[in-house]
């Protein structure tokens, strides 16, 4: 599976972006979807998560309320629905897509490269 990121950018504190991920295979729908991220120093860390039918979703603690994670499967696409960004969201985020829903790295075996999201304060 080939996972493409896109969506981020520079953003004031407060604002919105909404990352997409978009998949190559059909079997899209069978994947469960994780979005992680990257800040510059520091460790890959769980962001969100979504089951094969986007009925399951999981969010790590300083994301939640302000994240949404939804996945449109005709279209083979993961989203990451960003609300009142703060500067410690600033980072690289990556898509990957595994078995199962997980909130930790090693289950998702393909990963994407990766879109950058700056927020300043």
């Known amino acids: 599976v080939q996972l493409q990121a896109s969506g981020g950018g520079s953003v004031q504190a407060g604002g919105s972006l909404r990352l997409s991920c978009a998949a190559s295979?059909?079997?899209?729908?069978?994947?469960?979807m994780g979005w992680f991220r990257q800040a510059p120093g520091k460790e890959r860390e769980f962001v969100a998560a979504?089951?094969?039918?986007?009925?399951?979703?999981y969010y790590a603690d300083p994301v939640k309320g302000r994240f949404t994670i939804s996945r449109d499967n005709p279209k083979n696409t993961v989203y990451l629905q960003m609300n009142s960004l703060k500067p410690e969201d600033t980072a690289v985020y990556y898509c990957?897509?595994?078995?199962?829903?997980?909130?930790?790295?090693?289950?998702?075996?393909?990963w994407g490269q990766g879109t950058l999201v700056t927020v300043s304060s």
């Open positions: 990957a897509a595994g078995p199962q829903i997980a909130t930790t790295q090693a289950p998702y075996a393909y």
């Open positions: 295979e059909r079997t899209f729908s069978t994947y469960g």
């Open positions: 979504v089951g094969w039918s986007g009925g399951t979703q």
